[in-house]
Nanobody
Framework: QVQLVESGGGLVQAGDSLRLSCVAS????????VAWFRRGAGNEREFVAA????????YYANSVKGRFTISRDNAKNTADLQMNSVKPEDTDIYYC????????????????WGRGTQVTVSL
């Protein structure tokens, strides 16, 4: 079990940029695929972006592709989500998730979660 803590959320205006950070503890993050989800409107959390354990592969939801960038720094045990050109519809609680040696777009595939950080985008 790896502990994940998100930070960097806040209130921003449409078109602004911000960066969310996920800090891992208890385990070495290098062995984990990492993803960012947001709460969404359904029963299952909405996929935003994911990155493989080595950082060699990245995946994005169509709604954020070209605007958001996921990255990781295994030496620091962190994974970031750079959010550019944010929109009001990006308003949500954002969660960091991790899975050993696996990367996926489905929340059910991840078994380690942070508590989330709130992002609010105003007009």
């Amino acid at each position: 079990q790896v502990q994940l803590v998100e930070s960097g959320g806040g209130l921003v205006q449409a078109g602004d940029s911000l960066r969310l950070s996920c800090v891992a503890s208890g385990r070495t993050l290098s062995d984990y695929a990492v993803a960012w989800f947001r709460r969404g409107a359904g029963n299952e959390r909405e996929f935003v972006a994911a990155i493989s354990w080595s950082g060699g592969s990245t995946y994005y939801a169509n709604s954020v592709k070209g605007r958001f960038t996921i990255s990781r720094d295994n030496a620091k045990n962190t994974a970031d989500l750079q959010m550019n050109s944010v929109k009001p519809e990006d308003t949500d609680i954002y969660y960091c998730a991790a899975q050993e040696r696996f990367v996926a777009r489905t929340a059910d595939e991840y078994d380690n979660w942070g508590r989330g950080t709130q992002v609010t985008v105003s007009l």
